[in-house]
Structures are given as structure tokens and as C-alpha cells.
């Protein structure tokens, strides 16, 4: 059963627009959210993460919105540019168990066009 | 640029035949980790090490074991491929520091073919 899921398997956006990508979680163990992005041929790189006791955290034009009683997190990115074309993966972390242990969503294609 | 090495990207192997990947990294992290990977799925975790202990996850087939001799390489065997081992297998590292969560670093992965 899976504990993160993203439910969009794919996400097309203009240039310059908002992407938005979201994700919802199983666990309320999880308290430590992170998303990774993954382009064709290579390994998953780490964007950026969020703590469950904030709910927004933002590097540059990423940004992270946790909603805890909702079980969700989102993903923006504004604005969007056809180098943000990748899959993005929603990972969930329980810092009070193994805190070093993640469990991947299925992940979101999104594709920016120019 | 510290890093995570993944060798071979391409691995072709028979079925039945074993089959070796292996991992090296230049970070100096005391947690690695092997990732299963197929297509439009979720990446499943195997096992990790964290340092020299091996910690398996408990529906990772006994098919696949794990060795990490120091701390720069860790190596995925998989003792006799099934075609449902095709996939793409990943190796990724962190530094547990007790306390909070550390960021993963992934290798750009092994695509694992079964004749």
C-alpha cells in the first residue's frame, strides 16, 4: 500500500507559468518531506525540503507548501522554464524513527514548454 | 565534485546468471543505500548499510545480497536474475548525523536487462 502518492503522472505547463505538482501521504508518522528531481539517464537530485513544523518553505523559484491535517504537500515553481522539465519525485521521511530511511512517491512528469 | 559512481550504467546478464553492480562514493557518507527502481513506479529500497550494518528490508527477495567492504563502495549482487529484475537500480548515500534528515544523493543508477 503505498504511503506517498502522486497522483498526476504528468503535468504540462507554459513557460513562464506556475507548475504546481502535489502529493499526499498515508503516514502520520512522516514529518520530514522532500522533493527530488530526476532527469532521463541520471540519478534523482534533491531540490528541496520542508519540516513538519513549518508549512512553507521556498528556495528561489521552488517552493514547498506542507498542509498536516490535510496530509498534502505541493510543489510550486514560478515560473516555470523548459530546464524544469524533468520527473519530480515526492519523498516522506519519520524523523522520530529511522530518520534517515525515505519513502518515494511514483513521481510527476512535468514537461514546460517554450 | 564529490559524488556518487554507479558502474556499469548498462548491464545485460542471462537469466539465471549472477550478476554484480557496484557503487562508490566520494562524500564520506556513513549511510548507502540500494534502490530498485521499474518503469512509472515509486523507487523501493532493498537494503542500506548503515555503516557496516546491513539492514534489509523485509520484502526484499533473498535473491538479492549486498556488500559494503569499506566505506567508499557498496556492491548489489543478485544471485540468479529473474526477468522481474529488470529494472533500473540505484545507489544513494547520506550522512545520518543523529538528529534530523539528510538529503539523499543518488548515483545515476544501473539499467539492469535479463535475457
Not at chain 1, 527530488?36 to 519540516?51: H, N, V
Not at chain 2, 540468479?80 to 544523493?105: F, I, N
Request: proline share 6%; net charge neutral.
Amino acid at each position: 500500500d503505498q504511503q506517498v502518492k502522486q497522483n498526476s503522472p504528468s503535468l504540462s505547463v507554459q513557460e513562464g507559468r506556475i507548475s504546481i505538482l502535489n502529493c499526499d501521504y498515508t503516514n502520520s508518522m512522516f514529518d520530514y518531506f522532500l522533493w527530488y528531481k530526476k532527469y532521463p539517464a541520471e540519478g534523482p537530485t534533491f531540490l528541496i525540503s520542508i519540516s513538519s513544523i513549518k508549512d512553507k518553505n521556498e528556495d528561489g523559484r521552488f517552493t514547498v507548501f506542507l498542509n498536516k491535517s490535510a496530509k498534502h504537500l505541493s510543489l510550486h515553481i514560478v515560473p516555470s522554464q523548459p530546464g524544469d522539465s524533468a520527473v519530480y519525485f515526492c519523498a516522506a521521511s519519520d524523523s522520530g524513527g529511522s530518520n534517515y530511511k525515505l519513502t518515494f512517491g511514483k513521481g510527476t512528469l512535468l514537461t514546460v514548454n517554450p | 565534485d564529490a559524488m556518487v559512481i554507479q558502474n556499469p550504467r548498462y548491464q545485460v546478464t542471462q537469466f539465471g546468471k549472477p550478476v554484480t553492480l557496484s557503487c562508490s562514493q566520494t562524500l564520506n557518507h556513513n549511510v548507502m543505500y540500494w534502490y530498485q527502481q521499474k518503469s512509472s513506479q515509486a523507487p523501493k529500497l532493498l537494503f542500506h548499510y548503515y555503516d557496516k550494518d546491513f539492514n534489509n528490508e523485509a520484502d526484499t527477495p533473498d535473491n538479492f545480497q549486498s556488500r559494503r567492504p569499506n566505506t567508499s563502495f557498496c556492491f548489489l549482487d543478485i544471485r540468479s536474475p529473474g526477468l522481474g529484475d529488470a529494472a533500473m537500480y540505484l545507489c544513494a548515500t547520506s550522512r545520518d548525523l543523529g538528529q534530523g534528515v539528510q538529503p539523499q544523493h543518488f548515483g545515476d543508477g544501473t539499467r539492469l536487462s535479463i535475457l
